[in-house]
């Protein structure tokens, strides 16, 4: 019996017992009315096996107690509490309620055939809705086949519209390569045509020289044959008036133009290079615009002090073996027009940098020289010195800060102050052909101009800048031929 009891413990059956009666309890208003019925006669049939083990645990006890243990118990509970299990009680309904009641069934039962038709002839309803809806949707699936077939056909007449348009873009692309490729020639012939058409000039020009000293020399020949020569003329005497043009006076029109058209290059190309190499190192723009103007006036100083010693040097050179209708002087221009090659253009870039260094109005980091801007230099330098072959010759106007500004000779730069009288310094200079204006320079014009060129003479002291032994070196070692070294082989 003991381990009878000890099993039913263990399965705690009336637990389980509670448990699914109260998950029937939580569901009975949801679930149907046959799972309601099913549950319960589940728990009914839990409460017989679990009654079925209570009897055989009754039983055992009973036989453990003997013959007479255990019977007034059965006797006062076990035997009245069945009698009233079993016992058949009483209908407690009369017949006109029975009658009613079994009125209300068939009333109930015939609603519940008519909600089954309703229900069913819903069920047709929708099951017809139903089938019309599939036959939609087949029908919305077949035009989406054709909407996707329609699709890759387009996309297969676009890949090959995309592909013939490729080719033809790349078609377009070599031609348009190959027109560039035509351009290019086109403007090397030009190029090459413009170079034939200067030498052409030039070859004209030697002609017509040529053609003159023929004439002339002819000339020379016939008086030379005729039984009344002329009287020598000694070399003391005033060399003959030239009757035919030289090289130089037949190209100075044309040297004129092209030389101002460089120096107009100078402004725009080399003077804006320098600006930006110089401005690397120095921020004041002002000081900048001093440097690279003192640079150009100090080029066009020592190159017409080259010119005219190489004159000298010419003239010096010339002058024993000199003869002919033309003057020395006009014989020398020639020379020196003709090779303009000779013109030792490092030395006078040495000189403008030495003239530079010890000029009190600029100043310059001391860790840069002012060979920074040679390019600059070299380029004013040989511009002035052709300049100095023309008749008459091309100089800079004078200039000075603080000077009345001259709208004939400057134009103002976008920084000034467009109502001052004064010029404050200068950008660059005017190009002069004896008193008229050739080439406009460029002047800062500011208010109170003499005033603050004062005080910054007077507030800040003068800097002299010597080269360093290294630095005279190099400039040493970079000179070229003198033309202190030309020679009658030379010329």
């Known amino acids: 019996m003991a381990d009878t009891l000890r099993r039913l413990a263990i399965t705690s059956s009336f637990s389980v017992l509670q448990d699914k009666l109260e998950s029937w309890h939580k569901d009975y208003h949801v679930i149907s009315c046959d799972q309601n019925l099913n549950r319960c006669c589940e728990l009914i049939e839990l409460t017989a096996k679990i009654q079925g083990q209570l009897f055989a645990i009754l039983n055992l006890t009973a036989a453990e107690g003997g013959h007479y243990a255990g019977v007034d118990t059965l006797k006062t509970r076990l035997l009245p509490w069945l009698g009233t299990c079993f016992s058949m009680g009483r209908p407690s309904v009369t017949d006109d309620t029975s009658l009613q009641l079994i009125q209300d069934s068939v009333e109930k039962d015939r609603r519940i055939r008519e909600l089954s038709a309703s229900h069913d002839s819903e069920v047709q309803k929708l099951d017809t809705q139903l089938c019309s809806t599939r036959l939609q949707l087949d029908h919305v699936r077949a035009e989406l086949v054709d909407a996707h077939k329609e699709l890759d056909d387009t996309k297969s007449k676009s890949a090959t519209t995309l592909l013939a348009t490729e080719?033809?873009?790349?078609?377009?692309?070599?031609?348009?390569?190959?027109?560039?490729?035509?351009?290019?020639?086109?403007?090397?012939?030009?190029?090459?045509?413009?170079?034939?058409?200067?030498?052409?000039?030039?070859?004209?020009?030697?002609v017509s020289y040529v053609s003159t000293e023929k004439a002339m020399l002819q000339e020379r020949l016939v008086r030379s044959r005729s039984p009344s020569p002329l009287p020598r003329l000694s070399r003391s005497s005033s060399p003959m008036k030239s009757e035919s043009p030289t090289r130089a006076q037949l190209t100075n029109s044309s040297r004129h133009a092209r030389l101002v058209s460089r120096f107009s290059d100078l402004y725009a190309v080399e003077r804006l290079e320098a600006q930006t190499l110089l401005r690397r190192y120095i921020t004041d723009l002002e000081m900048v615009q001093k440097i690279i103007f003192i640079a150009v006036v100090e080029s066009f100083k020592t190159a017409k002090l080259a010119y005219r010693q190489f004159k000298l040097r010419v003239r010096k050179t010339l002058s024993p073996s000199h003869f002919g209708p033309e003057s020395l002087e006009d014989a020398a221009v020639d020379y020196i027009v003709r090779n303009l090659d000779l013109y030792d253009v490092q030395t006078s870039v040495n000189d403008v940098i030495n003239a530079m260094n010890v000029n009190p109005r600029i100043s310059f980091p001391p860790e840069v020289d002012f060979v920074l801007i040679s390019a600059l230099i070299r380029d004013t330098c040989r511009v002035a010195f052709a300049m100095q072959t023309l008749a008459p010759a091309l100089d800079l106007?004078?200039?000075?800060?603080?000077?009345?500004?001259?709208?004939?000779?400057?134009?103002?730069?976008?920084?000034?102050?467009?109502?001052?009288?004064?010029?404050?310094?200068?950008?660059?200079?005017?190009?002069?052909?004896?008193?008229?204006?050739?080439?406009?320079?460029?002047?800062?014009?500011?208010?109170?101009?003499?005033?603050?060129?004062?005080?910054?003479?007077?507030?800040?002291?003068?800097?002299?800048?010597?080269?360093?032994?290294?630095?005279?070196?190099?400039?040493?070692?970079?000179?070229?031929?003198?033309?202190?070294?030309?020679?009658?082989?030379?010329?």
């Open 167 to 206: 080719d033809e873009i790349l078609q377009l692309k070599a031609d348009l390569r190959s027109a560039h490729d035509q351009v290019e020639i086109y403007k090397r012939k030009l190029g090459a045509v413009d170079d034939y058409e200067r030498q052409i000039r030039l070859l004209r020009d030697e």
């Open 397 to 491: 106007a004078f200039a000075s800060d603080g000077e009345l500004y001259n709208e004939k000779k400057y134009r103002r730069s976008y920084d000034s102050e467009f109502t001052a009288p004064l010029v404050m310094h200068h950008v660059w200079p005017a190009l002069m052909d004896g008193d008229a204006v050739v080439v406009k320079g460029e002047a800062v014009t500011r208010r109170g101009a003499l005033w603050s060129r004062s005080r910054s003479q007077t507030a800040s002291p003068v800097r002299s800048r010597s080269l360093s032994p290294s630095r005279s070196l190099a400039f040493n070692s970079k000179r070229s031929l003198s033309p202190g070294r030309l020679t009658t082989s030379h010329l």
